[in-house]
């Protein structure tokens, strides 16, 4: 069955890079398409983009250009989601979610970041 | 970006009682191939969104039929006909239609 494993919680420092990871197992990851969310809790979603596992394809909102890199390991199934120069503003519970033909079908369960000195 | 308004921002209901839920957008989500990539998507408290409904009125996989979506444009309804007690939590539209995809402001169903 289909399966999104998200790494785990980070707790890091305002000004550095953390790297997340979401390992699928289940379906073709190599032809599929990723997407990564964020919500800082008790308020709503935001898209950050969407990268195809394909050919390692990207779109992004334009809020997170910058901000957000996505990428993809094929030979390990794995997505992964760059967040540079962060800040407490970027400190939330970050989703992969994959896309299926018409709608996001299968979601991570969550990664927690907390930016703090 | 695309505003979608979503009303009332938390709905008590009591087991069985049928409840709606409302969600506006600031434009046409109707795209030139005639498809309206409108969702709703139910968030338990902890946990990750679950989808319920996709284009508008089509069920998710696995999702009860107590559940139903309706609406054209930019007006569209959740309706949950009687509803249970792990339907709490809250609920969000989201669009796809105009990049980038947006969501609504959440919908936080609670149980008499």
């Known amino acids: 069955q289909v399966k999104l494993q998200q790494s785990g919680a980070e707790l890091v420092k305002p000004g550095a890079s953390v790297k997340l990871s979401c390992k699928t197992s289940?379906?073709?990851?190599?032809?599929?398409?990723m997407s990564w969310f964020k919500q800082i809790p008790g308020q709503s979603i935001e898209w950050i983009g969407m990268i195809y596992a394909g050919d390692g394809g990207t779109g992004y909102n334009q809020k997170f250009k910058g901000k957000a890199t996505l990428t993809v390991d094929t030979s390990s199934s794995t997505a992964y989601m760059d967040l540079s120069s962060l800040t407490t503003e970027d400190s939330a519970v970050y989703f992969c979610?994959?896309?299926?033909?018409?709608?996001?079908?299968?979601w991570g369960p969550g990664t927690m970041v907390t930016v703090s000195s | 970006d695309v505003v979608l308004t979503q009303t009332p921002s938390t709905l008590s209901a009591t087991i069985g009682q049928s409840v709606s839920i409302s969600c506006r957008s600031s434009?046409?989500?109707?795209?030139?191939?005639?498809?309206?990539?409108l969702y709703w998507y139910l968030q338990r408290p902890g946990q990750s969104p679950q989808l319920l409904i996709y284009?508008?009125?089509n069920l998710g996989s696995g999702v009860p039929n107590r559940f139903s979506g309706s609406g054209s444009g930019t007006d569209f309804t959740l309706k949950i006909s009687g509803v249970e007690a792990e339907d709490l939590g809250v609920y969000y539209c989201m669009q796809a239609t105009h990049a980038p995809l947006t969501f609504g402001s959440g919908t936080k169903l609670e149980i008499k």
């Open positions: 979610a994959r896309w299926e033909l018409w709608y996001f079908d299968f």
């Open positions: 284009l508008v009125s």
């Open positions: 434009q046409s989500l109707l795209d030139s191939a005639g498809n309206t990539y």
């Open positions: 289940g379906y073709t990851f190599s032809t599929s398409y």
